[in-house]
């Protein structure tokens, strides 16, 4: 069989990289309610920052073997970038007049450790992981290589920084309250520690199937869908139901972030299988799907019902047409597949 010419490389490769970098803004901020179907002004910049950042990650982590403690350091980072050093919500108490660092404030840190932990936790799961799953049950062939070359990740990242620079002006401008050069400083440090933790270990070996306990996809999905709305339920619950301090909700968060970190890492291998991941990201789709209803009522009161609505169908088409794709995936024919490809750093 003859080697595929560049373009024809090129042509196969860039769907899932294009796929991923427009699922990851409209998951975030138009699935979740901060933004309606009427207001897609923003979107080609929210490509830049959530596309494109998880396009990097994505590839970063897939080159670094693709570990779990890899992923997190990235986007983990990520979160830290966004929501620390370009638009500043955890450290803005009148961030976009939603009042974000009331519940939990510490004045000594002139932050909500609630705040902090909640939108690392929604950056992790559904900014990055829930899109990047969705795409990879799309693309199931080519779940397990990386997309890009170098000059395709150059490109990723020069758009990356284009975008954030562009919401961190728009932010700046418009913001009453600016994060202290301290705060900005701490963040910059943890950002570059949690970079140079991911790019300094060592590449992680893969993990087979027969090596790691395996549970049925569809009690993965139980699993996934009863933690993600407990997580994003949990302001809600812990503010106006149990009313409880910010803190202890905070604690409690964590806690449960942990205790999916050792499931995950103790329950299921490395590398997913591709029914696992699609369940995941159904799972994660659905539980943004009920909670962005009550977002987009909550940020724009009533009548964009249909409007909302027409998001959710959308995603929900896309995920079904992925999990089509899965369940007539044929493992030995993606082998062949990839066997047949080249494959090199200069790839785009």
């Known amino acids: ?26 998951v975030a901020e138009y699935l979740l309610g901060d933004f309606r179907i009427t207001n897609l002004a923003p979107l080609p910049f929210l490509i830049c920052t959530y596309g494109c950042g998880a396009v990097l990650i994505r590839e970063m ?12 350091a990235l986007t983990i980072a990520y979160a830290l970038f966004e929501e620390g050093i370009v638009n500043q919500s955890i ?21 909500s450790p609630f705040w902090i932990i909640s939108v690392t936790t929604t950056h992790v799961v559904w900014s990055i ?5 969705m795409t990879e049950s799309l693309f199931p062939a080519r779940s397990s290589q990386p997309w890009l070359g170098w000059p395709g990740l150059t490109v990723a990242a020069v758009l990356f920084v284009l975008g954030d620079g562009a919401v961190g002006r728009y932010s ?20 570059l520690a949690l970079l140079a933790f ?23 999905g139980l699993f996934c869908f009863f933690t993600g709305s407990l997580l994003v339920a949990a302001y809600g619950v812990g503010a106006f139901i149990l009313h409880l301090p910010g803190t202890v909700t905070a604690v409690a968060v964590l806690a449960l972030d942990l205790l999916v970190l050792i499931v995950f890492r103790n329950v299921w291998s490395r ?32 009548g964009g019902l249909p409007g909302h609505s027409m998001i959710v169908l959308g995603l929900c088409a896309v995920q079904a047409v992925a999990w089509i794709r899965v369940v007539h995936f044929d493992h030995n024919d993606a082998a062949g597949t990839v066997a047949n490809e080249t494959w090199n750093d200069s790839t785009p």
């Open 1 to 26: 069989m003859s080697r595929p010419s560049d373009s024809t490389s090129l042509l196969k490769r860039l769907p899932p990289v294009l796929t991923l970098g427009l699922l990851a803004p409209l």
């Open 172 to 191: 700046y401008q418009h913001a009453s309250h600016h994060a202290s050069s301290a705060q900005i400083a701490i963040c910059s440090v943890l950002i």
């Open 271 to 302: 590398h997913w299988t591709a029914l696992e991941l699609c369940s995941a990201s159904t799972a994660g789709l659905l539980v943004y799907t009920w909670h962005g209803y009550l977002v987009d009522h909550a940020l724009h009161g009533t």
């Open 198 to 220: 991911a790019f300094l270990s060592r590449r992680s070996r893969p993990v087979s199937g027969s090596q790691s306990t395996r549970v049925a996809p569809f009690l993965l």
């Open 61 to 72: 982590a897939m080159r670094k073997g693709w570990s779990l403690k890899i992923y997190l």
């Open 129 to 133: 992981g829930v899109p990047m799953g």
């Open 91 to 111: 450290f803005n108490p009148e961030y976009m007049h939603l009042h974000l660092l009331a519940y939990g404030f510490w004045p000594l840190l002139g932050t």
